[in-house]
């Protein structure tokens, strides 16, 4: 280990991370590796921070009533100390080389080659560290025809055909409501420097991690990337719909919406004898998930005209006696009271020194031995401490 010692007892105490990576992969990456117990130095503009100190409303409410920074900063860099740095001055350099020299891990997401000018690349960087695990988030990646240009999550997710399968005929393309691909990508940051960390261990090199948002979101296409590349058929939109398995959809019910999925033939059939509808299970149209996804078009509105007749408590009820897998389609308020999220500590209130409270979203990660801790709020702009 390079990094100081701590005391919060963390499955990566001890480990130093440079966090220079600006908005949200980088810094999803990096508050991971805090909740595990590495201590994470975010550098930032000794005068505008991060860009996303500003992205709001809603901003938290300072302990004096002043504004503070916006809730979009405050969801990524939990567990982190800030430190002011202009690196494009000869002091400012000099402060982050001596960091790197005592760091375990860099993290940046500059455009490539943004940071040799200034002596702050792998190559530098690790000719005097050589166990140095260097990370860079861009885009589309250090290599490739679009290595040049800026990468932002809602073009990766169009071009990452993730846009292209969610929505319906009638609404068009649409993007997921958060920022999937910037998340996914830090989650695969932090995954890869864990590994890479591992591999340290073991034979003492450091190594560079090139990740590319376009990648990333490739990666994450899953089942559906796999139904073209196995089928030949590009994937189309289908709403709410799954596209290997029915009934897996929200339908409308008497007073709102439910969540019906069920994942196998036994599933289905005791859904349809709740909904009186025992026949349906037998039905050589049915009978089988196959046979189910190749007449979905007889079959949901069948359902659909079955699901109006009942409030969706009352669904919910009965599914859940039958062993149904079912939900309700909550908002976001109603998911923060949920007793289920509140049981397992997905909701937490950090407190600065002065008294101002910062609530934030639980690590849903449960360790038996070396639990998440939330050791700092997410800090001011140059607060080191």
Known sequence: MTGSDTTNGGALAGIRVLDLSRVLAGP?????????????????????????????????????????????????????????????????????????????????NYRPGGLEKYGLDYASLSAANPGLVYCSITGFGQTGPYAGRSGYDFLIQGMGGLMSITGTPESGPLKVGVAVADLMTGMYAANAIVAALFHRQATGEGQYIDLALLDCQVAMLANQGSNYLVGGKAPTMLGNAHPNIVPYEAFPTRDGHIILAAGNDAQFARFCECAGHAEWATDPRFATNADRVGNRAELTPLIGDVMRQRTTDEWLAALEAVNVPCGPVNTIDQVFADPQVRHRGMLATLRRADGTEVPTIGNPIKFSKTPVRYERPPPRLDETD
């Not at 992205?55 to 920074?69: C, L």
């Not at 567990?79 to 002011?84: N, V, Y």
């Open 28 to 108: 999803w990456a990096t508050q991971m590796l805090a909740d595990m117990g590495a201590e994470v130095i975010k550098i930032e503009h000794p005068e505008r921070g991060d860009d996303t100190r500003g992205w709001g409303p809603p901003f938290v409410a300072e302990a004096d009533g002043g504004r503070g920074d916006a809730a979009y900063f405050l969801c990524a860099n939990r567990g982190k100390t800030s430190r002011g740095v202009d690196f494009t001055t000869a002091e400012g350099r000099a402060e982050l080389l001596a960091l790197a020299e005592k760091a375990d891990v860099v993290v940046e």
